[in-house]
């Protein structure tokens, strides 16, 4: 199938980008000592799982249930939901999964590690918990030490559960220059600290997990780390652009849109919207914009209604027809992919593969 085939709005892949993306990652953490257990949020495909695992990943990260029990296709063996679960239906649903793969558990409470057990008992099983830690991102996890280490010591002393060690998301340091360098280097001696804690507590620290794109290639500075759970890496997008954690010939996921209107002044309208890139925004030379269009750099992506996606171009001496088709690099791929029912992986003008996109929708 040629690639002018493809119907758009439609994400497209660079196979060889990507498998060099992949190839670099698992390289990397080898290199560095780390468990690879990237999160497949990005891609949220079995196939593209198992790909990973076959580069050399340890096993797999997931958010929800669902993704969990979508990526039991894909053949891993070690699953982390890097998520608190919570819920009788969900547990159950979790306990089912366990049949399967060696299931882990990040959590930052007392009362989700008690559901979690009750649960795991109730099913004949022992479900592996990581102990959630804010380091600065102000989301989910435990911010002080004693408190960390009285949720690991329940957690530690309650049957059907395991605890292996620690885990935490670095999402607040957003590039690998001076300033998040700085950063890191904060983050590292704040898990020294904790780590120094939790042993001399006497608690089992097996995984020390964390990491993220951003900061993918300096994660050996964070030293007590022993796993890695990137995300976007196995395509990056605009964000990874512009903190500087990737250049753009590492970008492998372009969205493919056509040209249906060019009657506005300022540029043209594109068949793809919000409900094809989302609405995350980066703000660029103080506006918004939604994208980087491959074709036309120094275009901008200004605005999107649910299917329009409003290009303004810099001047005139590049035109385009009805029926063109640009290529869009979006700000945001993981939420982008979970707009979409399949994606294209091309290598040349050619497409090689087709995925489905599993994942997409399970919130659960």
């Known amino acids: 199938m040629h690639v002018s085939e493809i119907e758009t709005p439609a994400i497209v892949v660079d196979l060889d980008v990507m498998e060099r993306n992949l190839q670099k990652v698992a390289s990397y953490a080898k290199s560095h000592n780390l468990r690879l257990r990237p999160h497949t949020k990005t891609h949220k495909s079995p196939k593209l799982g198992r790909l990973q695992l076959d ?9 929800k249930v669902g993704e969990a029990e979508v990526m039991l296709k894909s053949g891993v063996s070690d699953l982390l939901i890097a998520y608190p679960v919570v819920g009788a239906n969900k547990l159950r649903r979790l306990m089912d999964v366990a049949e399967h793969v060696s299931v882990t558990v990040a959590l930052d409470s007392v009362d989700v590690a008690i559901a ?3 649960a795991a008992q109730g099913a004949g099983k022992t479900i592996d918990v990581l102990v959630e830690q804010d380091i600065g991102l102000g989301r989910v996890g435990l911010q002080e030490t004693d408190d960390l280490l009285r949720v690991a010591k ?4 309650l049957r059907g559960l395991r605890l292996r060690g620690l885990n935490f998301y670095p999402g607040h340091i957003k590039t690998s220059d001076a300033e998040g360098l ?6 590292n001696a704040h898990l020294e600290r904790t780590v120094e804690a939790w042993r001399a507590a006497g608690l089992p620290l097996e995984i020390v997990s964390g990491g993220s794109t951003p900061t993918l290639f300096e994660s050996h500075r964070l030293r007590a780390v022993n796993e890695i759970r990137p995300g976007t890496y196995i395509f990056n997008d605009r964000n990874t652009l512009v903190a500087k954690a990737c250049g753009l010939e590492d970008c492998a996921a372009y969205i493919a849109v056509t040209v249906v209107s060019t009657n506005r002044a300022e540029g043209l309208i594109v068949d793809g919207g919000s ?6 925004s980066i703000v660029m030379d103080g506006k918004p914009t939604f994208g980087l269009v491959r074709e036309v750099p120094d275009a901008s992506f200004v605005k999107m209604n649910e299917e329009h996606g409003y290009l303004n171009l810099p001047d005139a001496r590049k035109r385009f027809r009805v029926g063109d088709r640009l290529h869009i690099l979006p700000n945001h791929i993981c939420v982008a992919v979970n707009l979409h029912e399949r994606v294209y992986g091309i290598r040349g003008d050619q497409v090689e593969s087709v995925w489905e996109v599993e994942g997409r929708g399970k919130l659960q």
Do not use: C, H, I, M
């Not at 580069?55 to 958010?63: I, P, S």
């Not at 329940?154 to 002393?157: I, R, T």
């Not at 409900?275 to 995350?280: G, L």
């Open 154 to 157: 329940e957690v530690d002393q």
């Open 116 to 118: 979690l057990a009750d």
């Open 182 to 187: 700085a950063k890191l280097d904060e983050a």
């Open 275 to 280: 409900k094809t890139f989302s609405s995350d």
């Open 55 to 63: 580069y050399g990943a340890d096993g797999l990260t997931v958010a």
